[in-house]
């Protein structure tokens, strides 16, 4: 076993984060997974191919024969989901395949991606499923883990980010914060107070293996408001969108195409979504999500990637 100098030198401890070993081996997948599905914003199908990768080589997509590292460093601007980009190309909605990843404990990987439609887009998307990341984390307990080596032949430590001191950052009455912990804890809020079924809710997690993941988060579907989706369509989102990959409340009716798998399903889906855009912070093979207590409020990706941001920065 070996902490390789390449591995400490990409994750050097700042003021406000101290990378400590987890205790655990760097692994990856012990075969490739396989899956194609529809884009829900684009409404393309996609196949994505997740290889085994070496030790320190950390997760990141392979598209038309572009690297696009699975770093906050390449995180561009959009609506309703997180997209990399690099050099002109882009993948979208990556947030639901990082966030099964980082909590199966996938520290490296290639995830080729390719479109199915046209071979001429810059961009593609990764597919939705259910809306959720269920399908992600079956494919991934099918093929298994194995300890990643690195080109020498040797496995390489896993290390985690440690918060040292509070950080914070909010938009209008969004916020997320995180305060230094000994575990990995997060406390998310919604409120949808004119969309009555929703309501105002709060989910309390903590991280401690794949199987709670697994069984409180994994399977929370992406949601909608129904009376928002004419104009969502007309910005160019949701094309793919439907009742087979989304829960759509009516701000009268309810849900119309119940039943939810939790009573504060959108809440957790909330939850999948913010580990799935912090895993951003990891750095070659090393763990994304922080050893934190987070608190968000109403967050989105836009904020989420903020945080990612502030936690990423040098001094």
């Known amino acids: 076993m070996t902490l390789a100098g390449g591995i400490k030198s990409a994750v050097k401890s700042t003021s406000l984060i101290s990378w400590k070993t987890t205790g655990k081996l760097q692994k990856t997948v012990t075969n490739y997974i396989q899956k194609t599905g529809l884009g829900v914003h684009s409404g393309k199908l996609s ?16 598209f038309k024969s572009n690297i696009i590292r699975a ?20 993948v979208r909605t990556i947030e639901h395949l ?47 883990l194995m300890v990643a080596k690195d080109g020498g032949g040797k496995s390489c430590e896993k290390l985690a980010p440690f918060l040292n001191e509070p950080v914070f950052v909010s938009k209008n009455d969004s916020f997320v914060a995180a305060f230094p912990s000994q575990k990995t804890k997060i406390r998310y809020g919604i409120d949808f107070s004119k969309i009555p079924a929703i309501g105002c809710q709060w989910f309390c997690f903590t991280f401690a293996d794949d199987r709670i993941y697994d069984n409180l988060i994994a399977s929370s579907r992406t949601f909608c408001v129904y009376e928002e989706v004419e104009k969502l369509r007309n910005a160019g989102l949701i094309s793919g969108g439907s ?3 989304a829960i759509i409340c009516s701000a009268s009716r309810g849900w119309l195409n119940p039943p939810l798998r939790f009573d504060d399903e959108p809440c957790r889906h909330k939850v999948l979504d913010l580990i799935g855009d912090v895993s951003l912070v990891a750095r070659s093979g090393s763990q994304g999500l922080p050893v934190a207590h987070i608190f968000a409020y109403k967050g989105g990706h836009s904020l989420h990637a903020e945080f990612v941001r502030q936690l990423n920065r040098t001094e």
């Open 47 to 62: 196949t994505v191919k997740i290889h085994p990768e070496l030790a320190g080589r950390g997760r990141y997509f392979e």
């Open 71 to 90: 770093s906050i460093d390449y995180v561009k601007e959009s609506p309703l989901c997180t997209t990399l980009c690099k050099d002109g190309y882009s």
């Open 243 to 245: 009742a087979e990959n």
């Open 98 to 144: 990082l966030s099964a990843l980082e909590a199966s404990g996938v520290d490296n990987c290639r995830i080729e991606i390719q479109s199915c439609d046209s071979d001429d887009d810059a961009s593609v998307e990764v597919p939705i499923f259910d809306g959720s990341a269920r399908e992600w984390m079956e494919a991934i307990r099918q093929v298994g």
